[in-house]
């Protein structure tokens, strides 16, 4: 078996692709890659991945990964999903314009990306720390997206 390895830095909840060349992650790609201008980095991923166009998204504040996947799934190669985050979350605005921004992407079929939103549940805090209690890094079985959330006090209720 043939063995192919990328001097790019990234993790695979950092990257979602559609299969026919138009790939998708947040900018914590150019901060994984010192030394990099961001153009080599784009260049890298499209040349590595035999991507057409790649879309960097700014990643989200209160996220220790920095992951595309904490706020946007693909869900095939015409729909993402894309979190809606509670009014008053401080990237509330910005995933609004990431999901306005998704959805002028083209597709390999000529129109441009559906986007479905998910609710997601209010970030938790405590004393100084911050982080949300779901992502949209989901798995997908018989039509069907299964979206994860943490359980942590206080519980959520229905």
């Not at 043939?2 to 695979?12: Q, R």
């Not at 260049?43 to 996220?63: E, K, R």
């Not at 008053?88 to 990306?113: C, K, M, R, S, W």
């Not at 018989?142 to 006090?153: A, C, D, M, Q, W």
Request: include cysteine; hydrophobic fraction near 35%; proline fraction near 6%.
């Amino acid at each position: 078996m043939n063995f192919y390895e990328s001097a790019i830095h990234t993790e695979g909840g950092n990257y979602m692709s559609d299969g026919h060349g138009t790939g998708m992650c947040s900018s914590v790609i150019y901060e994984s890659n010192p030394g990099w201008s961001q153009a080599q980095v784009r260049q890298n991923m499209m040349d590595y991945l035999g991507l057409s166009s790649l879309h960097v998204y700014q990643y989200i504040t209160w996220d220790m990964t920095g992951h595309i996947d904490l706020w946007g799934k693909m869900l095939n190669d015409t729909t993402v999903m894309v979190a809606q985050m509670q009014p008053g979350d401080p990237n509330y605005n910005l995933v609004e314009q990431h999901a306005a921004a998704i959805a002028q992407v083209p597709t390999v079929y000529g129109g441009t990306f559906n986007v479905v939103r998910c609710p997601m549940p209010p970030a938790y805090t405590w004393w100084i720390y911050h982080y949300y209690k779901s992502f949209l890094n989901s798995l997908i079985v018989n039509g069907k997206v299964l979206v994860p959330i943490y359980s942590t006090e206080p519980a959520l209720t229905a």
